[in-house]
């Protein structure tokens, strides 16, 4: 079974910092693009980075210069480093990966969501 866990989550106060992981496990035989999302209550679904098997990277407009998306090809996991947390970043975070398993087959896998919440 293919799926991606994460980690790192919790409660912090603002201008702190945290460390989201995603790992994807499985059949898989390449990651492609892996990114974050981040749900508040109320709001819709919304992009906060991406990164590119070639690591090229993309923000959302809120946490340029904040948070730093990376990852680790060999363990097919990716990281969000946020720093300079605010209130406003308080949300489940989503990790996303497109992944080519052993078939040959593309999946768009989701993680089950990790609680950031940042008091001020």
């Known amino acids: 079974q293919v799926q991606l866990v994460e980690s790192g989550g919790g409660l912090v106060q603002a201008g702190e910092s945290l460390t989201l992981s995603c790992a994807a496990s499985?059949?898989?035989?390449?990651?492609?693009?892996m990114g974050w999302y981040r749900q508040a209550p109320g709001k819709q679904r919304e992009l906060v980075a991406t990164?590119?098997?070639?690591?090229?990277?993309d923000y959302a407009d809120s946490v340029k210069g904040r948070f730093t998306i990376s990852r680790d090809n060999a363990k097919n996991t990716v990281y969000l480093r946020m720093n300079s947390l605010k209130p406003e970043d308080t949300a489940v975070y989503y990790c996303?990966?497109?992944?080519?398993?052993?078939?040959?087959?593309?999946?768009?896998?989701w993680g089950q969501g990790t609680q950031v919440t940042v008091s001020s």
């Open positions: 499985g059949s898989i035989f390449r990651s492609n693009a």
């Open positions: 990164i590119s098997n070639g690591d090229r990277t």
């Open positions: 996303n990966a497109n992944v080519l398993d052993y078939s040959m087959r593309n999946r768009d896998l």
